[in-house]
């Protein structure tokens, strides 16, 4: 390994450790609020927690997922399975130009609930991943992601969730492709951060 590697691999590593230090204080998200219009229904934390653990929904998360005719265990599966993700190179991938791009895309759907604008939803997003690979020890899952989220209410934008989800068939495409292909890339260097 050349010396600008190791140079760029100890820079990374530096400030992955500074911001977990930071952001161990930060404010975690306790609330999720589905904005449709005008339009706002707000979900705890803990009630959409307690469906990743139980598999059981109630009040108006089970509400929701009757409505929307979902499987509960299905979600639960989903919000517990785990992605492992190198620190390092999870924090070269987000501030990669690919990077860039997938984490905008992303602050379309999700963004803290008075603040849209990428200048702060962008660092939101990187926090909420970084402090979710510290605290799983280098593997993280949506609600590792929802606890670390630096901000008391986190927004999801229904219809930018609707234009999303319309264009992959499953969720694991979507998760599939955004994290292997530009992550192969970075392994293999073809990526600049």
Do not use: C, W
């Not at 600008?4 to 999720?32: H, P, V």
């Not at 598999?55 to 997922?65: C, P, V, Y």
């Not at 984490?103 to 609930?113: A, E, G, L, N």
Request: aromatic share 4%.
């Amino acid at each position: 390994m050349n010396s600008k590697k190791i140079i760029t691999n100890i820079l990374f590593i530096n400030i992955a450790s500074t911001a977990a230090i930071f952001l161990s204080t930060a404010k975690a998200a306790e609330e999720i609020a589905f904005v449709n219009g005008a339009l706002i229904r707000t979900i705890s934390i803990k009630s959409i927690e307690n469906l990743s653990k139980t598999g059981k929904a109630t009040g108006l998360l089970k509400d929701i997922i009757n409505f929307s005719n979902q499987n509960p265990q299905e979600l639960a599966n989903l919000l517990n399975q785990q992605f492992e993700m190198p620190l390092v190179l999870t924090s070269r991938l987000m501030n990669s130009s690919i990077g860039n791009v997938i984490i905008k895309r992303i602050t379309k759907v999700i963004h803290p609930i008075k603040v849209p604008d990428t200048s702060v939803s962008v660092p939101a997003i990187r926090a909420g991943v970084i402090k979710g690979l510290v605290k799983g020890e280098g593997k993280i899952n949506l609600i590792g992601f929802l606890k670390a989220y630096p901000n008391k209410v986190m927004a999801v934008n229904i219809p930018a969730l609707t234009k999303v989800t319309n264009k992959v068939d499953t969720i694991n495409d979507l998760v599939k492709f955004f994290s292997d292909s530009p992550l192969e890339g970075l392994k293999k260097g073809n990526v600049k951060p």
